[in-house]
């Protein structure tokens, strides 16, 4: 397969001043008819290509009269005049066979498209690219109820209806749906006095859980006009939920795709986690329509600038709406999590990579979630008023155009007056810096000396600090001391409560009386920090601390170090730990969502990185078995506290999917699971016939699991859900994922054969493959079951749909860092991958990548 250059990159050369497409609708003979006008640029040659995929080409006309185009297998060539012309072809493709979702496919008999990144070319043949944008003007013909396409409906009668985009777009953001379904409508006015019509689209029987949806969207609406003043530019805005879908959702212009799973919720069926995921990926999306749209990417390595930004964005909105303090560490979990992983081994890349082999491999959360922490960090260093300026500037300079981070980065330089040296690397280079901080205390001042080691030289790296005194009173406020160079000191003034930078300093420190610096307050730069704290100084920060993130994650670093004492050393967890997790878990005074974070332990694949990192092999049954020693240390130790916290909580009213309300579940329900370790199942099961919504039943139906005692409420689930997809992935995913070691993998592959698991849904294979992949003890299983599963599935499912074989792959990227069979057994199933006839590119670039 050939691999795509970002150094290659050469502009089209026509521009499209006008794109009309006419499709007459048949599940397996759809005909798409394009009329396409095209202009040459100064640089056009004398044949031009079009991208295409899988087209049965009719008839093709250029200024009316016949052409015969060489066709490839990726798209055709033609003569073209030298000045502007008229293109016309009409193709045949089948959408009811399509079940790789990209293009124009069915799902449950409704017509939709997902286009990005590279979908448009098995629509038509086209300039699939991003920097080439025209408007659109689409007629759908069709017997079917609803007929949708971008931008305003401009006719319609029996079997037809038209739309016309106004906006120039890239053919990614195109979009069709077409079926029998029904909307919950809302109307919105723009600051700007525009009316706009709001539909969210779904299956006749789902609209009552469209509510959430549309109050999500609503609200992101009117956020963005206040936080960002970004208007909206349409006369409506629709929203299509559908079953099969690759992704979470899709921002085409005006015509947002959703997987249903970001749609459909009423508190019986979702978790408070799924209320949360909804408001956020319907404001991402949204949010898109100026981050993405309006301003789209020059080429699809810039794929950060709309990404990165976006949900930067979207995480703003979602602290705005909830508690920034929760949503932090939330994020923080994630980036270090899956992002920290990424960067640590075969898979790293920067945020804007130079090459691809499949662009849709690069849908990560390097692109995305490093790419928001890019400009966390640029808003950081510029302050608030510069970077909201820097933003204004591109708004205003690139509206209609297709960028690049350069361009972007270029708006900041200006109005900072400033070539920010160094800060750009964060973009261009892969890798997690590791930062070290050493103190030097003279009895007067505290110096701070800060170092980083970094790949490709020193980047920008923005440390919030603050000082603890020694009883944990705060003495000096949080201040940005960002590193730019590989070293740097800073002694701090307390005259003026300042920090100046100093030379290295010398002399023999002394410890007695040193204020204790709390670094990276708010996760304030995404590093890998080592600060030499002793356990007695987390104890005073996850005790003490002003900034949520750093308390949180002291107590994190300390259960962290009992967990890894307990599997490599057979270690009890250090008791004045555990007391300190106590008293946070009984501070009323505390948000109790996130008391629920402190009570999260680290994850087994964490865990599992900790020792890699340290040189050592991890031991996934050790590490599990570690676990439940754990858990068991802590229920013992707090049990009379979580019962008290268990019935303080109970809920007070009827279910609301608020930040408050989920907090006060999300805390009783990690009390309900700890205290089962003493209890037993009986209030589990009680909960569970008592629960009014999902995210408690749930909970409860977790931990029956896990004590083995759920056969009656899995029963009842099935039941009650059995017709409900999105709510029958629950009941799949949280079987395979509650059980232990190799039990999740036999479990996966029982449910593989349930008559109502079917390959060719993405989100049911997510529950069941997915989960099994992401089960730490069950997929490195000693046997090599979980590895030998996870190959049959993605050789078996990559024919059908390449994206989502390829998404599977990825938890075999940390391969190298178990013992030898482990190793030899994963190789062995990567390289049966890799042998498979006729491999998708998808898959084999993850498997050749990951194999290195
Ligand atoms: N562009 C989509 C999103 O991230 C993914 N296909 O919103
Ligand atoms: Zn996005």
Same mark, same amino acid.
């Given at each position: 397969?050939?691999?795509?250059?970002?150094?290659?990159?050469?502009?089209?050369?026509?521009?499209?001043?006008?794109?009309?497409?006419?499709?007459?609708?048949?599940?397996?003979?759809t005909?798409?008819?394009?009329?396409?006008?095209?202009?040459?640029?100064?640089?056009?040659p004398?044949?031009?290509?079009?991208?295409?995929?899988?087209?049965?080409?009719?008839?093709a006309?250029?200024?009316?009269?016949?052409?015969?185009?060489?066709?490839?297998?990726?798209?055709?060539?033609?003569?073209?005049?030298?000045?502007p012309?008229?293109?016309?072809? +009409?193709?045949?493709?089948?959408?009811?066979?399509?079940?790789?979702?990209?293009?124009?496919?069915?799902?449950?008999?409704?017509?939709?498209?997902?286009?990005?990144?590279?979908?448009?070319?098995?629509?038509?043949?086209?300039?699939?690219?991003?920097?080439v944008?025209?408007?659109?003007t689409?007629r759908? +013909?069709?017997?079917?109820?609803?007929?949708?396409?971008?931008?305003?409906?401009?006719?319609?009668g029996?079997?037809?209806?038209?739309?016309?985009?106004?906006?120039?777009?890239?053919?990614?953001?195109?979009?069709?749906?077409?079926g029998?379904?029904?909307?919950?409508?809302?109307?919105?006015?723009?600051?700007?006095?525009r009316?706009?019509?709001?539909?969210?689209?779904?299956?006749?029987?789902?609209?009552?859980?469209?509510?959430?949806?549309?109050?999500?969207?609503?609200?992101?609406?009117?956020?963005?006009?206040?936080?960002?003043?970004?208007?909206?530019?349409?006369?409506?805005?629709?929203?299509?939920?559908?079953?099969?879908?690759?992704?979470?959702?899709?921002?085409?212009?005006?015509?947002?795709i959703?997987?249903?799973?970001?749609?459909?919720?009423?508190?019986?069926?979702?978790?408070?986690?799924?209320?949360?995921?909804?408001?956020?990926?319907?404001?991402?999306e949204?949010?898109?329509?100026?981050?993405?749209?309006?301003?789209?990417c020059?080429?699809?390595?810039?794929?950060?600038?709309?990404?990165?930004?976006?949900?930067?964005?979207?995480?703003?909105?979602?602290?705005?709406?909830?508690?920034?303090?929760?949503?932090?560490? +939330?994020?923080?979990?994630?980036?270090?999590?899956?992002?920290?992983?990424?960067?640590?081994?075969?898979?790293?890349?920067p945020?804007?990579p130079d090459?691809y082999?499949e662009?849709?491999?690069?849908?990560?959360?390097?692109?995305?979630?490093?790419?928001?922490?890019v400009?966390?960090m640029l808003?950081?260093?510029?302050?608030?008023?510069?970077?909201?300026?820097?933003?204004?500037?591109?708004?205003?300079?690139?509206?209609?155009?297709?960028?690049?981070?350069?361009?972007?980065?270029?708006?900041?330089?200006?109005?900072?007056?400033?070539?920010?040296d160094?800060?750009?690397?964060?973009?261009?280079?892969?890798?997690?810096?590791r930062?070290t901080?050493?103190?030097?205390?003279?009895?007067e001042?505290?110096?701070?000396?800060?170092?980083?080691?970094?790949?490709?030289?020193?980047?920008?790296?923005?440390?919030?600090?603050?000082?603890?005194?020694?009883?944990?009173?705060?003495?000096?406020?949080?201040?940005?001391?960002?590193?730019?160079?590989?070293?740097a000191?800073?002694?701090?003034?307390?005259?003026?409560?300042?920090?100046?930078?100093?030379?290295?300093?010398?002399?023999?420190?002394?410890?007695?009386?040193?204020?204790?610096?709390?670094?990276?307050?708010?996760?304030?730069?995404?590093?890998?920090?080592?600060a030499?704290?002793?356990?007695?100084?987390?104890?005073?920060?996850?005790g &003490?601390?002003?900034?949520?993130f750093?308390?949180?994650?002291?107590?994190?670093?300390?259960?962290?170090?009992?967990?890894?004492?307990?599997?490599?050393?057979?270690?009890?967890p250090?008791?004045?730990?555990l007391?300190?997790?106590?008293?946070?878990?009984?501070?009323?005074?505390?948000?109790?969502?996130?008391?629920?974070?402190?009570?999260?332990l680290?994850?087994?694949?964490?865990?599992?990185?900790?020792?890699?990192?340290?040189?050592?092999?991890?031991d996934?049954?050790?590490?599990?078995?570690?676990?439940?020693r754990?858990? +068991?240390?802590?229920?013992?130790?707090?049990?009379?506290?979580?019962?008290?916290?268990?019935?303080?909580?109970?809920?007070?009213?009827?279910?609301?999917?608020?930040?408050?309300?989920?907090?006060?579940?999300?805390l009783?329900?990690?009390?309900?699971?700890?205290?089962?370790?003493v209890?037993?199942?009986?209030?589990?099961?009680?909960?569970?016939?008592?629960?009014?919504?999902?995210?408690?039943?749930?909970?409860?139906?977790?931990?029956?699991?896990?004590?083995?005692?759920?056969?009656?409420?899995?029963?009842?689930? &099935?039941?009650?859900?059995?017709?409900?997809?999105?709510?029958?992935?629950?009941?799949?995913?949280?079987?395979?994922?509650?059980?232990?070691?190799?039990?999740?993998?036999?479990?996966?592959?029982r449910?593989?054969?349930?008559?109502?698991?079917?390959?060719?849904?993405?989100?049911?294979v997510?529950?069941?493959?997915?989960?099994?992949?992401?089960?730490?003890?069950?997929?490195?299983?000693?046997?090599?079951a979980?590895?030998?599963v996870?190959?049959?599935?993605?050789?078996?499912?990559?024919?059908a749909n390449?994206q989502?074989?390829?998404?599977?792959?990825?938890?075999?990227?940390?391969?190298?860092?178990?013992?030898?069979?482990?190793?030899g057994?994963?190789?062995?199933a990567?390289?049966?991958?890799?042998?498979?006839?006729?491999?998708?590119?998808?898959?084999?670039?993850?498997?050749?990548?990951?194999?290195?």
């Amino acid at each position: 397969p050939r691999t795509t250059r970002l150094a290659d990159y050469r502009p089209f050369g026509w521009r499209v001043t006008e794109v009309h497409l006419t499709f007459r609708l048949a599940p397996g003979a759809t005909r798409v008819l394009s009329r396409i006008r095209f202009a040459p640029l100064d640089h056009a040659p004398a044949r031009m290509t079009l991208d295409g995929e899988g087209l049965t080409l009719i008839s093709a006309l250029i200024d009316g009269a016949p052409v015969s185009p060489d066709l490839t297998t990726d798209g055709l060539t033609v003569d073209v005049p030298p000045a502007p012309f008229l293109w016309e072809a +009409e193709v045949e493709i089948a959408p009811e066979g399509n079940t790789a979702l990209e293009g124009l496919y069915m799902s449950g008999g409704i017509y939709c498209t997902q286009c990005e990144a590279e979908g448009f070319r098995r629509i038509t043949y086209y300039p699939d690219r991003p920097d080439v944008m025209a408007p659109f003007t689409v007629r759908i +013909e069709s017997d079917l109820p609803v007929l949708l396409s971008n931008g305003n409906p401009t006719g319609s009668g029996p079997g037809f209806a038209e739309w016309h985009d106004p906006w120039p777009k890239p053919s990614y953001l195109f979009a069709l749906v077409a079926g029998n379904l029904v909307a919950t409508s809302a109307s919105f006015q723009t600051a700007e006095g525009r009316d706009v019509e709001l539909n969210v689209w779904v299956r006749p029987g789902d609209e009552g859980r469209t509510g959430y949806a549309l109050d999500s969207l609503i609200r992101s609406m009117r956020w963005d006009e206040d936080r960002f003043g970004r208007v909206y530019d349409l006369d409506v805005f629709n929203i299509v939920a559908v079953d099969d879908f690759n992704a979470g959702a899709m921002e085409n212009k005006g015509l947002n795709i959703f997987n249903s799973k970001y749609v459909l919720a009423s508190p019986e069926t979702a978790t408070d986690r799924d209320f949360e995921g909804i408001e956020a990926v319907v404001a991402h999306e949204y949010f898109h329509n100026w981050t993405g749209n309006r301003i789209t990417c020059r080429d699809w390595f810039q794929l950060c600038l709309k990404e990165g930004l976006t949900v930067y964005r979207d995480q703003e909105f979602t602290s705005d709406m909830r508690s920034r303090a929760v949503k932090r560490i +939330e994020d923080a979990l994630l980036l270090r999590a899956a992002q920290f992983r990424e960067d640590a081994g075969p898979l790293a890349h920067p945020p804007r990579p130079d090459t691809y082999v499949e662009i849709n491999n690069f849908y990560t959360v390097t692109v995305y979630e490093k790419g928001a922490e890019v400009v966390r960090m640029l808003a950081s260093v510029l302050g608030p008023e510069t970077f909201a300026t820097g933003l204004e500037l591109y708004f205003a300079r690139h509206d209609g155009h297709a960028a690049t981070i350069e361009e972007f980065f270029a708006c900041f330089q200006e109005v900072a007056g400033d070539t920010l040296d160094g800060f750009a690397r964060w973009w261009t280079e892969a890798g997690t810096p590791r930062v070290t901080v050493s103190r030097h205390w003279d009895g007067e001042t505290l110096t701070l000396s800060v170092r980083q080691e970094t790949l490709g030289g020193p980047r920008w790296i923005p440390l919030a600090v603050g000082l603890l005194g020694p009883d944990g009173e705060e003495i000096a406020p949080t201040t940005l001391l960002t590193l730019k160079d590989t070293e740097a000191h800073w002694r701090y003034v307390p005259s003026t409560a300042t920090w100046e930078t100093c030379s290295a300093p010398n002399g023999q420190p002394k410890t007695d009386g040193a204020p204790l610096p709390s670094i990276n307050r708010g996760f304030s730069a995404p590093v890998l920090l080592e600060a030499g704290m002793t356990d007695a100084e987390r104890r005073l920060i996850f005790g &003490h601390d002003t900034d949520p993130f750093n308390r949180w994650d002291a107590g994190r670093q300390l259960i962290r170090a009992g967990f890894i004492g307990l599997v490599t050393e057979d270690r009890e967890p250090d008791p004045e730990t555990l007391a300190a997790m106590g008293r946070a878990v009984r501070d009323d005074a505390l948000d109790p969502a996130f008391r629920a974070l402190v009570m999260g332990l680290p994850s087994d694949d964490d865990i599992a990185q900790t020792l890699a990192e340290a040189g050592r092999t991890p031991d996934p049954d050790l590490i599990e078995t570690g676990r439940e020693r754990l858990r +068991e240390a802590i229920a013992a130790l707090l049990a009379g506290d979580l019962r008290r916290l268990y019935a303080d909580l109970a809920p007070v009213g009827p279910y609301r999917p608020d930040a408050d309300g989920a907090g006060r579940r999300a805390l009783r329900c990690a009390a309900l699971s700890c205290l089962s370790v003493v209890d037993g199942p009986d209030a589990a099961r009680a909960l569970y016939s008592q629960a009014d919504n999902m995210t408690e039943r749930l909970a409860a139906l977790s931990v029956l699991l896990r004590l083995g005692a759920a056969e009656d409420a899995l029963a009842d689930f &099935h039941a009650r859900w059995s017709r409900t997809p999105d709510v029958l992935d629950k009941w799949f995913a949280l079987q395979v994922g509650s059980v232990k070691g190799s039990r999740a993998v036999e479990t996966a592959l029982r449910l593989t054969r349930h008559p109502d698991f079917d390959w060719r849904r993405p989100n049911r294979v997510r529950s069941v493959l997915g989960t099994m992949l992401r089960h730490h003890a069950g997929f490195h299983s000693a046997d090599g079951a979980g590895y030998k599963v996870a190959a049959d599935w993605i050789v078996r499912l990559d024919p059908a749909n390449p994206q989502l074989a390829a998404g599977l792959t990825s938890p075999f990227q940390t391969w190298r860092r178990y013992d030898g069979d482990r190793q030899g057994m994963m190789r062995d199933a990567l390289e049966r991958i890799a042998s498979a006839d006729g491999l998708s590119r998808d898959t084999s670039e993850m498997v050749g990548r990951i194999l290195g």
